[in-house]
């Protein structure tokens, strides 16, 4: 911050510069060293994938940015088809919690990544970076967890690594997962694809993974104990897929930064804007109640078991229903709209009948004093 | 959910800004003091809801803005001290001292933590003996109680591996500095009403007699608001300068006397540096003598501090309702809530930040009068 404020006052001396364009070839954010808002998924995070990953690898696989790389074997010289690729890591504490396990996020994370690229997951990889000292009963049944939650999501986990790390050096136990997936043909969705119009779904309440995770992380003790919503959302997908998959243009789940960050980024990187109706979004009491405390705001808190999807509105009922009908669906809800109006913003019209932006944030969410 | 949602009902809230329309015949400028309650105006868009003649100014009632950057840059230096465990409310880790901010401190090996309640900095110090664990007392007469207890337990425990990093600030005398600023604008107060919860209300009514302001303890839920707004309203069209409690639900006259207590068995009233703002005479609480020895300002003896504000930030303007956030030259420019030049950027609470965040979606007539660093906000 001594730099900002040294650059302020050499500004104020000579004339005010202009800064309108600013994606400036300035050293990602402000700190000199990583914070933990980097981890955040909010704009911290996306200047590291803007300004550092991405002009070192770029390649137009990667480019697209979407929660898995869509590899095309054709153009490849191979037989055909196309692929989807994606790899994510773990290093949630405590490594259980009601409603879930580090090994079952560890799974269904990437399992969702895939399947809401359009891929059906098939085969997945499993890297773990364990302390020394960690108790092997513990780590026993994260593997247990995760060979339960492949199976229910009908993927195989293939290739692994072990690495450990000296006591002191680690969290007890991280895993990294990456998945392949089948893409299915004729399926076309991507965050850039949204387009005025579609209606926007949810397929179930939201905030529940982050408040469970804080509760339990903050001995924070609620009436009713808040459940993780951790699945795996291929199979919810697929039928969506199969009755409906011309009219799903974009599907994401709002994992890290929450729904808020996920309707952003389907904002920017489509060119649209986005609007949804505060009151139609499903959020349990609890999970309400937790956040209200808090001082959070449930649409930047992390889910790992729901999806949103982009539609056309013409469908959306009929998607609607098949997600109600499903056991991962029931409280699935249509929470907004694609607008030409205001593009790259997300806005939400309040109970009150107002407007107000909702942006990315900048990194974690601060639980607020008063 | 009891007692929230039926305070957030759209309909109830469209009729009583009708309410407020109709009643409304001149242009009148009311303040709400609490940080709490700019929240919730923007987050609601209230705002949007009023006649076109009644502006809200928001007030310095955002304890993370105004505390004073000398008190930041000893959080600083506290904080990256070995053998300390620093605990802080989780907004004050962004707020920038003169060299950086507490995620920068912690990024740099200082044991910083995130604590919901300062018992929870009273426990740590307990598992930790060997550690000094230091809790960043900020915050107006709503966290006061609380930040007292922990002192009081401390002491009845004979912790010597505590102390409170105080920066408490009251309510009363910046209302009264407020009205005494040369070129203030306040018609009328909405006091914050979880100040009031604690603290009663019996404070106001020599305020709004003295001024001639209207002034209503106010909670924080859109029809609470609303309510606080029209009632200021009738008493302004009115010619009446009362103060009154619309937020009665929880708040009483005398307020919560056993808290009173245990705030005057621990603090004494003292100036208080606000930041932006300048030293306010009474504005604040100190630990008194008897419980000194919990003070880390004493504790920890930092000199040495050399503060320097950003010249770009008009905060202090902000601060005092002189201008609005979007006024101010740097408002979406050079300063932003990912590079904050001054405090009412860093909180969710701080005017800045509420403007910046909840920034309404814009007319283009608004945009224009709104300035350059809306017309940025609404691009990005």
Same mark, same amino acid.
């Given at each position: 911050?001594?730099?900002?404020?040294?650059?302020?006052?050499?500004?104020?001396?000579?004339?005010?510069?202009?800064?309108?364009?600013?994606?400036?070839?300035?050293?990602?954010?402000?700190?000199?060293?990583?914070?933990?808002?980097?981890?955040?998924?909010?704009?911290?995070?996306?200047?590291?994938?803007?300004?550092?990953?991405?002009?070192?690898?770029?390649?137009?696989?990667?480019?697209?940015?979407?929660?898995?790389?869509?590899?095309?074997?054709?153009?490849?010289?191979?037989?055909?088809?196309?692929?989807?690729?994606?790899?994510?890591?773990?290093?949630?504490?405590?490594?259980?919690?009601?409603?879930?396990?580090?090994?079952?996020?560890?799974?269904?994370?990437?399992?969702?990544?895939?399947?809401?690229?359009?891929?059906?997951?098939?085969?997945?990889?499993?890297?773990? $970076?364990?302390?020394?000292?960690?108790?092997?009963?513990?780590?026993?049944?994260?593997?247990?967890?995760?060979?339960?939650?492949?199976?229910?999501?009908?993927?195989? $986990?293939?290739?692994?690594?072990?690495?450990?790390?000296?006591?002191?050096?680690?969290?007890?136990?991280? $895993?990294?997962?990456?998945?392949?997936?089948?893409?299915?043909?004729?399926?076309?969705?991507?965050?850039?694809?949204?387009?005025?119009?579609?209606?926007?779904?949810?397929?179930?309440? $939201?905030?529940?993974?982050?408040?469970?995770?804080?509760?339990?992380?903050?001995?924070?003790?609620?009436?009713?104990?808040?459940?993780?919503?951790?699945?795996?959302?291929?199979?919810?997908?697929?039928?969506?897929?199969?009755?409906?998959?011309?009219?799903?243009?974009?599907?994401?789940?709002?994992?890290?930064?929450?729904?808020?960050?996920?309707?952003?980024?389907?904002?920017?990187?489509?060119?649209?804007?986005?609007?949804?109706?505060?009151?139609?979004?499903?959020?349990?009491?609890?999970?309400?109640?937790?956040?209200?405390?808090?001082?959070?705001?449930?649409?930047?808190?992390?889910?790992?078991?729901?999806?949103?999807?982009?539609?056309?509105?013409?469908?959306?009922?009929?998607?609607?229903?098949?997600?109600?009908?499903?056991?991962?669906?029931?409280?699935?809800?249509?929470?907004?709209?694609?607008?030409?109006?205001?593009?790259?913003?997300?806005?939400?019209?309040?109970?009150?009948?107002?407007?107000?932006?909702?942006?990315?944030?900048?990194?974690?969410?601060?639980?607020?004093?008063? | 959910?009891?007692?929230?949602?039926?305070?957030?009902?759209?309909?109830?809230?469209?009729?009583?800004?009708?309410?407020?329309?109709?009643?409304?015949?001149?242009?009148?400028?009311?303040?709400?003091?609490?940080?709490?309650?700019?929240?919730?105006? +923007?987050?609601?868009?209230?705002?949007?809801?009023?006649?076109?003649?009644?502006?809200?100014?928001?007030?310095?009632?955002?304890?993370?803005?105004?505390?004073?950057?000398?008190? @930041?840059?000893?959080?600083?230096?506290?904080?990256?001290?070995?053998?300390?465990?620093?605990?802080?409310?989780?907004?004050?880790?962004?707020?920038?001292?003169?060299?950086?901010? !507490?995620?920068?401190?912690?990024?740099?090996?200082?044991?910083?933590?995130?604590?919901?309640?300062?018992?929870?900095?009273?426990?740590?110090?307990?598992?930790?003996?060997?550690?000094?664990?230091?809790?960043?007392?900020?915050?107006?007469?709503?966290?006061?109680?609380?930040?007292?207890?922990?002192?009081?337990?401390?002491?009845?425990?004979? !912790?010597?591996?505590?102390?409170?990093?105080?920066?408490?600030?009251?309510?009363?005398?910046? @209302?009264?500095?407020?009205?005494?600023?040369?070129?203030?604008?306040?018609? /009328?107060?909405?006091?914050?009403?979880?100040?009031?919860?604690?603290?009663?209300?019996?404070?106001?009514?020599?305020? /709004?007699?003295?001024?001639?302001?209207?002034?209503?303890?106010?909670?924080?839920?859109?029809?609470?608001?609303?309510?606080?707004?029209?009632?200021?309203?009738?008493?302004?069209?009115?010619?009446?300068?009362?103060?009154?409690?619309?937020?009665?639900?929880?708040?009483?006259?005398?307020?919560?006397?056993?808290?009173?207590?245990?705030?005057?068995?621990?603090?004494?009233?003292?100036?208080?540096?606000?930041?932006?703002?300048?030293?306010?005479?009474?504005?604040?609480?100190?630990?008194?003598?008897?419980?000194?020895?919990?003070?880390?300002?004493?504790?920890?003896?930092?000199?040495? +501090?050399?503060?320097?504000?950003?010249? !770009?930030?008009?905060?202090?303007?902000?601060?005092?309702?002189? @201008?609005?956030?979007?006024?101010?030259?740097?408002?979406?420019?050079?300063?932003?809530?990912?590079?904050?030049?001054?405090?009412?950027?860093?909180?969710?609470?701080?005017?800045?930040?509420?403007?910046?965040?909840?920034?309404?979606?814009?007319?283009?007539?608004?945009?224009?009068?709104?300035?350059?660093?809306?017309?940025? !906000?609404?691009?990005?």
């Amino acid at each position: 911050m001594a730099e900002n404020v040294k650059a302020a006052s050499a500004v104020s001396q000579t004339t005010v510069p202009d800064f309108s364009g600013w994606s400036c070839p300035l050293p990602l954010a402000d700190y000199p060293t990583i914070v933990m808002g980097h981890g955040g998924g909010g704009k911290l995070g996306n200047e590291l994938v803007e300004h550092l990953f991405l002009p070192a690898f770029r390649n137009p696989e990667l480019e697209n940015l979407g929660d898995a790389a869509v590899l095309d074997l054709g153009a490849a010289g191979l037989s055909g088809g196309r692929l989807a690729m994606s790899t994510d890591s773990f290093v949630v504490q405590p490594l259980f919690f009601p409603g879930g396990s580090i090994g079952e996020l560890a799974v269904n994370g990437t399992v969702n990544d895939l399947a809401v690229s359009g891929a059906e997951p098939r085969f997945l990889s499993a890297s773990f $970076i364990l302390e020394e000292g960690f108790a092997l009963n513990q780590l026993a049944a994260i593997v247990d967890d995760m060979a339960r939650a492949a199976a229910v999501a009908g993927v195989k $986990i293939v290739t692994g690594d072990t690495k450990v790390v000296e006591r002191g050096h680690g969290d007890g136990c991280y $895993i990294c997962t990456a998945g392949v997936g089948l893409l299915r043909p004729g399926i076309q969705v991507g965050p850039h694809r949204a387009q005025p119009g579609d209606a926007i779904l949810v397929s179930g309440t $939201i905030g529940d993974h982050g408040m469970a995770i804080m509760s339990v992380r903050e001995g924070l003790e609620f009436e009713s104990q808040i459940r993780s919503d951790c699945a795996a959302l291929n199979g919810l997908i697929t039928e969506v897929l199969a009755a409906a998959g011309g009219a799903v243009h974009a599907m994401r789940d709002p994992t890290r930064g929450g729904l808020a960050s996920t309707l952003n980024e389907i904002a920017q990187a489509s060119g649209v804007g986005v609007e949804i109706d505060e009151p139609s979004l499903p959020v349990r009491p609890e999970v309400q109640s937790a956040c209200e405390l808090l001082g959070l705001d449930p649409v930047y808190v992390a889910n790992e078991g729901k999806a949103v999807f982009f539609v056309a509105p013409e469908a959306a009922d009929q998607i609607l229903e098949l997600l109600r009908a499903h056991p991962l669906g029931r409280e699935a809800a249509r929470i907004g709209r694609v607008t030409a109006e205001h593009p790259r913003l997300l806005v939400a019209r309040t109970a009150m009948g107002s407007n107000r932006v909702i942006p990315t944030q900048i990194g974690e969410q601060l639980p607020r004093i008063c | 959910m009891k007692y929230l949602t039926e305070f957030r009902n759209g309909e109830i809230a469209q009729r009583m800004a009708r309410e407020i329309q109709s009643i409304t015949t001149r242009p009148w400028k009311i303040m709400e003091v609490c940080g709490g309650q700019t929240h919730s105006i +923007i987050r609601n868009g209230i705002d949007q809801m009023l006649p076109a003649g009644i502006e809200m100014i928001h007030g310095p009632g955002c304890p993370v803005c105004v505390t004073s950057l000398e008190l @930041i840059d000893k959080a600083l230096a506290i904080a990256a001290q070995p053998g300390v465990i620093f605990c802080s409310y989780g907004d004050m880790l962004r707020v920038p001292g003169t060299e950086g901010d !507490l995620f920068q401190v912690k990024s740099a090996g200082g044991d910083v933590r995130v604590v919901y309640s300062p018992l929870d900095a009273v426990e740590l110090a307990v598992k930790n003996p060997e550690k000094q664990v230091v809790f960043f007392a900020v915050g107006f007469e709503t966290t006061a109680p609380a930040d007292a207890l922990s002192v009081h337990l401390a002491k009845r425990r004979g !912790l010597k591996n505590f102390s409170l990093l105080v920066s408490h600030v009251l309510v009363p005398p910046a @209302i009264a500095a407020i009205l005494q600023s040369p070129g203030n604008q306040v018609q /009328a107060f909405l006091a914050a009403g979880h100040v009031c919860t604690v603290m009663g209300y019996w404070e106001y009514p020599p305020l /709004a007699a003295k001024f001639k302001v209207p002034i209503v303890v106010t909670g924080f839920e859109p029809l609470d608001l609303l309510d606080g707004i029209r009632r200021a309203v009738v008493q302004l069209e009115a010619g009446r300068h009362e103060a009154e409690n619309a937020y009665e639900r929880v708040v009483t006259f005398e307020g919560n006397r056993a808290a009173q207590r245990l705030l005057a068995e621990v603090f004494d009233v003292a100036d208080r540096a606000w930041r932006g703002i300048g030293v306010i005479p009474n504005s604040g609480w100190r630990l008194n003598q008897a419980y000194r020895a919990f003070d880390a300002e004493e504790r920890f003896q930092i000199s040495g +501090i050399h503060t320097a504000e950003s010249p !770009l930030c008009h905060s202090g303007d902000v601060l005092r309702g002189a @201008i609005k956030p979007a006024e101010c030259p740097a408002f979406g420019k050079e300063c932003t809530p990912r590079h904050p030049l001054g405090a009412t950027m860093v909180s969710n609470e701080g005017a800045c930040a509420a403007y910046y965040n909840y920034g309404r979606f814009l007319s283009a007539e608004e945009l224009a009068s709104a300035g350059s660093g809306l017309t940025k !906000l609404v691009k990005e």
